[in-house]
Protein backbone atom coordinates (compact mmCIF):
# COMPACT_ATOMS: atom_id res chain seq x y z
CA UNK A 1 0.00 0.00 0.00
CA UNK A 2 1.58 3.46 -0.83
CA UNK A 3 -0.04 4.87 2.60
CA UNK A 4 2.23 3.48 5.43
CA UNK A 5 -0.12 4.60 8.44
CA UNK A 6 -2.92 1.72 7.21
CA UNK A 7 -2.64 -0.92 9.19
CA UNK A 8 -6.04 -2.73 8.81
CA UNK A 9 -8.26 -2.87 6.15
CA UNK A 10 -12.09 -3.92 6.20
CA UNK A 11 -14.01 -5.04 2.86
CA UNK A 12 -17.57 -5.10 2.92
CA UNK A 13 -19.79 -6.74 0.64
CA UNK A 14 -22.91 -5.17 -0.35
CA UNK A 15 -25.52 -6.52 -2.67
CA UNK A 16 -28.36 -4.19 -4.43
CA UNK A 17 -31.33 -5.55 -6.62
CA UNK A 18 -31.66 -2.67 -8.07
CA UNK A 19 -30.46 0.81 -8.38
CA UNK A 20 -29.64 2.34 -4.78
CA UNK A 21 -31.52 -0.92 -3.28
CA UNK A 22 -29.48 -2.43 -0.58
CA UNK A 23 -30.90 -5.47 0.84
CA UNK A 24 -27.00 -7.31 2.16
CA UNK A 25 -24.20 -5.79 3.65
CA UNK A 26 -21.30 -7.99 5.39
CA UNK A 27 -17.99 -7.26 6.66
CA UNK A 28 -15.79 -10.04 4.42
CA UNK A 29 -13.83 -12.03 6.64
CA UNK A 30 -15.65 -10.69 9.57
CA UNK A 31 -13.54 -7.95 10.49
CA UNK A 32 -10.34 -5.89 9.74
CA UNK A 33 -8.09 -7.70 7.82
CA UNK A 34 -4.18 -6.94 9.25
CA UNK A 35 -1.58 -5.13 6.59
CA UNK A 36 1.92 -7.08 6.34
CA UNK A 37 4.20 -6.28 4.40
CA UNK A 38 2.18 -3.92 2.19
CA UNK A 39 -0.72 -6.00 1.48
CA UNK A 40 -3.75 -7.84 2.14
CA UNK A 41 -4.76 -10.71 0.67
CA UNK A 42 -8.54 -12.68 1.23
CA UNK A 43 -10.59 -15.07 -0.35
CA UNK A 44 -14.15 -13.82 -0.79
CA UNK A 45 -17.06 -16.36 -0.63
CA UNK A 46 -20.45 -14.57 -2.18
CA UNK A 47 -23.84 -15.86 -1.12
CA UNK A 48 -25.86 -14.67 -3.31
CA UNK A 49 -25.68 -13.74 -7.19
CA UNK A 50 -26.41 -10.57 -8.72
CA UNK A 51 -24.66 -6.72 -8.24
CA UNK A 52 -22.14 -6.91 -5.14
CA UNK A 53 -20.58 -3.36 -4.31
CA UNK A 54 -16.89 -3.78 -2.87
CA UNK A 55 -15.80 -1.24 -0.68
CA UNK A 56 -12.37 -1.54 1.38
CA UNK A 57 -11.79 1.00 4.45
CA UNK A 58 -8.33 1.73 5.07
CA UNK A 59 -7.56 2.86 9.04
CA UNK A 60 -4.76 3.21 11.04
CA UNK A 61 -3.52 0.85 14.30
CA UNK A 62 -5.80 3.24 16.78
CA UNK A 63 -8.60 3.12 14.68
CA UNK A 64 -7.97 6.46 12.85
CA UNK A 65 -9.72 6.75 9.19
CA UNK A 66 -7.25 6.91 6.65
CA UNK A 67 -9.11 6.10 3.21
CA UNK A 68 -11.68 4.85 1.49
CA UNK A 69 -12.44 3.32 -1.69
CA UNK A 70 -14.01 0.76 -4.15
CA UNK A 71 -15.35 -1.07 -7.18
CA UNK A 72 -18.03 -3.67 -8.19
CA UNK A 73 -18.98 -6.98 -9.75
CA UNK A 74 -21.49 -8.78 -11.12
CA UNK A 75 -21.79 -12.10 -9.71
CA UNK A 76 -23.47 -15.21 -11.66
CA UNK A 77 -22.14 -18.05 -10.15
CA UNK A 78 -21.59 -19.30 -6.74
CA UNK A 79 -18.43 -21.22 -5.08
CA UNK A 80 -18.69 -24.95 -4.90
CA UNK A 81 -18.31 -24.84 -1.31
CA UNK A 82 -19.05 -21.89 1.38
CA UNK A 83 -16.81 -19.92 3.04
CA UNK A 84 -15.05 -20.53 6.59
CA UNK A 85 -17.16 -18.92 9.60
CA UNK A 86 -15.83 -15.70 9.96
CA UNK A 87 -15.68 -14.51 13.50
CA UNK A 88 -15.75 -10.81 14.58
CA UNK A 89 -13.74 -8.98 16.99
CA UNK A 90 -15.11 -7.23 20.21
CA UNK A 91 -13.84 -3.94 21.72
CA UNK A 92 -12.17 -0.82 19.94
CA UNK A 93 -13.71 1.47 18.12
CA UNK A 94 -13.66 3.67 15.29
CA UNK A 95 -12.55 7.83 14.71
CA UNK A 96 -12.93 9.66 11.16
CA UNK A 97 -13.02 13.59 11.09
CA UNK A 98 -13.90 14.08 14.75
CA UNK A 99 -16.74 11.62 15.08
CA UNK A 100 -15.99 7.88 17.41
CA UNK A 101 -18.39 5.49 17.38
CA UNK A 102 -17.59 1.82 19.89
CA UNK A 103 -16.83 -1.18 18.19
CA UNK A 104 -15.38 -2.07 15.70
CA UNK A 105 -18.27 -3.68 13.28
CA UNK A 106 -22.13 -2.38 13.53
CA UNK A 107 -25.14 -4.00 13.30
CA UNK A 108 -28.87 -3.14 12.93
CA UNK A 109 -30.84 -2.59 15.88
CA UNK A 110 -27.77 -2.77 17.88
CA UNK A 111 -27.19 0.59 20.31
CA UNK A 112 -23.23 2.58 20.13
CA UNK A 113 -22.16 5.42 21.33
CA UNK A 114 -21.07 8.68 19.42
CA UNK A 115 -18.65 10.75 20.79
CA UNK A 116 -17.21 13.98 19.93
CA UNK A 117 -14.21 15.34 21.85
CA UNK A 118 -12.21 17.78 21.65
CA UNK A 119 -9.86 19.65 24.48
CA UNK A 120 -10.87 23.04 23.20
CA UNK A 121 -15.04 21.86 22.45
CA UNK A 122 -16.82 24.51 24.45
CA UNK A 123 -19.27 24.44 26.44
CA UNK A 124 -23.12 24.22 25.37
CA UNK A 125 -23.94 20.94 23.00
CA UNK A 126 -23.73 19.09 19.89
CA UNK A 127 -26.41 18.60 17.60
CA UNK A 128 -25.52 14.37 15.77
CA UNK A 129 -27.14 13.61 12.32
CA UNK A 130 -27.75 10.14 10.35
CA UNK A 131 -28.08 10.40 6.61
CA UNK A 132 -28.87 6.91 5.28
CA UNK A 133 -31.05 7.53 2.26
CA UNK A 134 -32.71 10.75 4.49
CA UNK A 135 -31.09 12.68 7.25
CA UNK A 136 -32.32 12.12 10.27
CA UNK A 137 -31.69 14.26 13.99
CA UNK A 138 -30.40 11.65 16.58
CA UNK A 139 -30.45 14.09 19.13
CA UNK A 140 -28.57 16.49 21.09
CA UNK A 141 -25.54 16.29 23.64
CA UNK A 142 -24.25 18.31 26.60
CA UNK A 143 -20.48 19.19 25.92
CA UNK A 144 -18.93 17.62 29.30
CA UNK A 145 -15.64 17.99 30.24
CA UNK A 146 -14.64 18.73 26.32
CA UNK A 147 -16.89 15.65 25.25
CA UNK A 148 -19.91 14.85 23.85
CA UNK A 149 -21.90 11.42 23.45
CA UNK A 150 -24.82 10.36 22.51
CA UNK A 151 -26.68 6.67 21.79
CA UNK A 152 -26.76 5.65 18.16
CA UNK A 153 -29.30 2.64 17.55
CA UNK A 154 -28.94 2.12 13.58
CA UNK A 155 -32.05 0.14 12.09
CA UNK A 156 -30.64 -0.37 8.00
CA UNK A 157 -27.89 -1.49 6.26
CA UNK A 158 -25.64 0.55 4.50
CA UNK A 159 -23.23 3.16 4.93
CA UNK A 160 -24.52 6.03 7.32
CA UNK A 161 -23.35 9.77 7.14
CA UNK A 162 -23.08 10.86 10.56
CA UNK A 163 -22.64 14.56 11.36
CA UNK A 164 -22.14 16.29 14.43
CA UNK A 165 -22.63 20.02 14.52
CA UNK A 166 -21.90 22.32 17.33
CA UNK A 167 -24.30 24.68 18.98
CA UNK A 168 -24.43 27.09 21.95
CA UNK A 169 -26.21 26.21 24.54
CA UNK A 170 -28.94 29.01 24.40
CA UNK A 171 -29.81 27.84 20.49
CA UNK A 172 -31.73 25.39 19.73
CA UNK A 173 -30.60 21.97 16.95
CA UNK A 174 -30.64 23.24 13.60
CA UNK A 175 -33.84 21.49 11.29
CA UNK A 176 -32.62 18.23 9.55
CA UNK A 177 -32.33 20.65 6.30
CA UNK A 178 -30.35 22.80 7.42
CA UNK A 179 -27.25 20.50 7.08
CA UNK A 180 -25.39 20.97 4.28
CA UNK A 181 -21.75 21.01 3.23
CA UNK A 182 -21.83 24.55 4.33
CA UNK A 183 -24.43 24.77 6.82
CA UNK A 184 -25.64 28.31 6.94
CA UNK A 185 -26.82 29.51 10.47
CA UNK A 186 -26.45 26.28 11.87
CA UNK A 187 -23.07 26.34 14.09
CA UNK A 188 -19.96 24.92 13.02
CA UNK A 189 -18.87 21.17 12.07
CA UNK A 190 -17.90 19.24 15.39
CA UNK A 191 -17.25 15.66 12.93
CA UNK A 192 -18.50 14.12 9.83
CA UNK A 193 -17.87 10.55 9.22
CA UNK A 194 -19.39 7.69 7.88
CA UNK A 195 -19.60 4.09 8.96
CA UNK A 196 -20.72 1.09 7.26
CA UNK A 197 -23.73 -0.90 9.24
CA UNK A 198 -23.41 -4.13 8.32
CA UNK A 199 -25.51 -8.02 9.06
CA UNK A 200 -23.92 -10.57 11.53
CA UNK A 201 -21.20 -12.46 10.28
CA UNK A 202 -22.86 -16.12 9.44
CA UNK A 203 -21.32 -19.20 7.93
CA UNK A 204 -21.99 -19.24 4.27
CA UNK A 205 -24.17 -21.82 2.44
CA UNK A 206 -24.20 -20.93 -1.54
CA UNK A 207 -25.11 -23.39 -4.02
CA UNK A 208 -23.91 -23.39 -7.43
CA UNK A 209 -20.63 -23.85 -9.63
CA UNK A 210 -17.28 -22.17 -9.85
CA UNK A 211 -15.30 -20.59 -7.16
CA UNK A 212 -14.96 -16.71 -5.14
CA UNK A 213 -11.57 -17.13 -7.12
CA UNK A 214 -12.79 -17.17 -10.32
CA UNK A 215 -14.98 -14.37 -10.06
CA UNK A 216 -13.15 -11.32 -11.54
CA UNK A 217 -13.37 -8.64 -9.41
CA UNK A 218 -11.35 -10.39 -6.45
CA UNK A 219 -7.95 -10.17 -8.99
CA UNK A 220 -8.07 -6.83 -9.70
CA UNK A 221 -9.61 -5.64 -5.92
CA UNK A 222 -6.58 -7.51 -4.15
CA UNK A 223 -4.08 -6.17 -6.47
CA UNK A 224 -5.20 -2.66 -5.99
CA UNK A 225 -4.56 -3.48 -2.13
CA UNK A 226 -1.34 -5.13 -2.41
CA UNK A 227 -0.16 -2.52 -5.38
CA UNK A 228 -1.01 0.37 -3.56
CA UNK A 229 -3.99 2.19 -5.66
CA UNK A 230 -4.54 5.73 -5.76
CA UNK A 231 -7.15 5.73 -2.68
CA UNK A 232 -4.18 4.63 -0.77
Same mark, same amino acid.
Given at each position: ?????????? !????????? =?????????????????????????????? =? @?????? #??? #??????????????????????? $??? *???????? !???? $????????????????????????????????????????? $?????????????????? !????????????? @?????? #??????????????? *???????????????????????????? =?? !????????????
Amino acid at each position: MSDPTISQVF !LYDMLFVGP =GNLTQAVVIGGGPQKVSGGKVQLTWYPTAT =G @THGIAF #DGW #DASGNFVSRAGTGASVSQLPKTP $GPA *GTEPTGGS !LTQA $GITINGLVHHPNMTYTLSVSAASLPAGSIVYFDDNGGTVNL $GQATVTNGVATLSFTPTT !LGAHNLTAVYTNA @TTPPPP #DDSVTTTPSGAGQFA *GQATFIVTTPVATATPTGTGSANSIPVI =GP !LLNSLSAGSSHY
